[in-house]
């Protein structure tokens, strides 16, 4: 046990470090537009990012499928297929990038054509949209650099990576966005050229450390059928649980628009304290894919148990703390990301919202790693599913209905308070045996 808890915090803490770079840039990137003259900048970012989320993220199994699998190989102690795992999604993920750049005109006049925003919020959305685009090929092969040291527990890495991506983000934003004024379009040239960045960090480690030999004496078994259809099963299962998650978050947005550019302005920043919770969390479930992989594949169910305890009171204790924090003192930190007072009021109003939110999603978030480890795509699927139809759907209608936006914080709140309680009814036939 004692090992145990030496890795997970070792995973943990760096994990956490390294997540934080995420939200912390994102919150910077607020903070630049939201001090603009014209706060429809800051609502184009957040439409436009609806539907990157939907364009990346319906991808999002290119990182979660490899650190399972990853995590797993590594516990057998085979190597071989350690990198077949890379190599293979590598070549998902070329594809995929390559077709989103094809398709980017379609994709975005589809997309815009279905968010609903005034007509300064939708052309900001677009100017952000069309410079992030070209960032594609390189953020999904990121997807799968990150699944893979992370399966392999090599945070250190990950931890550089993220590093060098944000802190180059951040300072292309300042010099993008408030100093040269391109706004939204600063904010996606900013993220783009970021992700080659990362992209090519990454690409230097992996070359130091697997030599062009190894990888040519492994070509013959890329394309083995039954590891394809493996891999394309619970590729499936975890799209669909991720478009079931995306969304459930766009509907969210899409109804705080349809609600005035105040209301969605207020909804975006209370968001991101939602979003930067989650990657507090995130870096303790990823920790917990990790272990829950190794474990699986070491045949060491017996310490699956200790790991979800550890991780889910820590988790629980991390999104409750958060949500306190900015429910007492909501005036000093909103303000550091806009000075429309107007906003501002409104957040006292909402911030109550972020206990149950964070508080039922810590551990659904903690669950979706441990589930993940283990490659169980189905149950994540149904789960999702579950949580957005019954949870989330019934009380969004009623907050279109009633243009009320305490009944849409209610309705994410119910998302994911199904999400944990249908995650956690799974937990005890995993302890036994692998569930399929």
């Keep these: 046990m004692e090992k145990l808890q030496q890795r997970f915090w070792r995973l943990a803490l760096v994990n956490v470090i390294s997540n934080l770079m995420v939200p912390l ?3 910077i990137d607020t903070a630049f537009l939201g001090h603009l003259a014209e706060i429809h900048h800051l609502g184009g970012v957040a439409i436009a990012t609806v539907l990157f989320n939907y364009i990346y993220w319906s991808f999002g199994f290119l990182r979660m499928g490899t650190t399972g699998t990853t995590a797993q190989a590594t516990g057998k102690g085979d190597r071989d297929e350690v990198i077949l795992i890379l190599l293979r999604n590598s070549l998902i993920a070329i594809a995929i990038g390559t077709i989103i750049l094809t398709l980017q005109l379609p994709l975005r006049e589809l997309g815009f054509t279905l968010l609903s925003a005034t007509t300064e919020v939708l052309e900001s959305g677009r100017a952000y949209y069309n410079a992030l685009i070209w960032g594609a090929p390189a953020t999904l092969l990121n997807f799968v650099l990150l699944g893979w040291f992370l399966g392999r527990e090599q945070v250190s890495k990950v931890l550089l990576m993220s590093v060098i991506d944000k802190s180059t983000n951040v300072a292309l934003n300042y010099l993008f966005i408030v100093r040269f004024g391109w706004a ?13 960045l990362n992209l090519l960090v990454g690409l230097i480690i992996i070359a130091r450390e697997l030599p062009v030999s190894s990888l040519l004496n492994l070509s013959p078994k890329i394309f083995n059928k039954s590891a394809w259809y493996e891999i394309f099963s619970l590729n499936r299962d975890i799209t669909i649980r991720t478009l079931a ?15 005035g550019t105040k209301t969605l302005a207020t909804n975006t920043l209370l968001l991101q304290v939602v979003t930067l919770g989650a990657y ?3 870096g303790i479930a990823f920790a917990t894919e990790s272990l829950a992989g190794s474990l699986r594949g070491q045949q060491n169910n017996h310490q699956l148990l200790p790991l979800i305890k550890l991780s889910g009171g820590i988790s629980l204790g991390v999104g409750l703390a958060m949500s306190i924090l900015f429910w007492l003192i909501p005036q000093s930190l909103f303000g550091l990301l806009t000075n429309h007072a107007e906003v501002i009021e409104q957040i006292d109003n909402y911030v109550v919202w972020l206990l149950p939110i964070l508080g039922f999603g810590s551990i659904a978030y903690m669950l979706d790693g441990y589930f993940l480890g283990l490659s169980e795509g189905r149950i994540l699927r149904h789960s999702t599913i579950i949580a957005a139809s019954l949870g989330f759907a019934p009380m969004a209608i009623a907050a279109w209905h009633y243009q009320n936006s305490h ?19 799974k937990v005890p036939l995993s302890l036994r045996t692998q569930v399929k």
């Design 280 to 282: 507090f969390i995130d």
């Design 184 to 196: 939204s379009a600063g904010a996606g040239y900013a993220t783009a050229i970021s992700q080659y």
């Design 25 to 27: 840039a994102s919150l």
């Design 245 to 259: 998650l995306l969304s459930t978050f766009a509907l969210f947005t899409n109804l705080s628009s349809m609600m």
């Design 407 to 425: 009944l849409l914080w209610l309705a994410l709140s119910l998302f994911m308070a199904a999400r944990s309680i249908t995650l956690g009814f």
